[in-house]
């Protein structure tokens, strides 16, 4: 069995997966689809090529451009914070995880601000005539991230230190 990894190196290596899978698919759908058009794949699932100078959900995507500073420094700091959160803890595993897709969510949505000026977004899941907001690989990764990261602060697992989660 492969030893886990236990290391701010390992854990950004994993990120870096993270951001090169986003992108490769971010690359492959801005060759393959033109804005706007719709590829039914499932009877749920289109692919659409999507840009959002917003944020989640589109939030302030309607606004007079000054998002994209404002997003673009929330992901520096939240990159920097969350290197700064592995490097403190890099032995919790399930924590870790959730920083790890967190940040290569981040860092992959940064990319896109820098060099598009608006996020890539492509998968549109939809049923019954409601669609879901277009999202992408980096979005997946921050949600799980989120979602896992809320987790761990209600389960203290297994391999946390035992003054990891004070007050329990």
């Not at 090169?20 to 492959?28: E, G, I, M, N, Y």
């Not at 060099?115 to 492509?122: E, I, N, S, T, Y």
């Amino acid at each position: 069995m492969a030893e886990r990894p236990r290391r701010l190196v390992d854990w950004l290596g994993w990120a870096l997966a993270l951001v090169v899978v986003d992108q490769v698919t971010k690359v492959l759908m801005l060759q393959w689809l033109l804005p706007g058009q719709v590829v039914p794949i499932t009877p749920f699932l289109n692919l659409v090529l999507v840009y959002n100078p917003g944020a989640a959900f589109s939030l302030l995507a309607d606004a007079a451009g000054w998002q994209r500073a404002f997003f673009i420094a929330v992901a520096v700091v939240a990159i920097a914070w969350i290197v700064h959160m592995l490097r403190a803890d890099p032995g919790r595993i399930r924590y870790c995880v959730a920083l790890t897709l967190i940040l290569g969510g981040a860092a992959g949505n940064l990319i896109d601000r820098l060099w598009l000026g608006a996020v890539v977004d492509f998968i549109d899941l939809h049923a019954a005539g409601w669609h879901w907001p277009a999202f992408n690989v980096a979005d997946s990764a921050i949600c799980c991230g989120a979602a896992l990261l809320v987790w761990d602060a209600w389960r203290p697992s297994p391999d946390a230190a035992p003054d990891a989660h004070p007050g329990r």
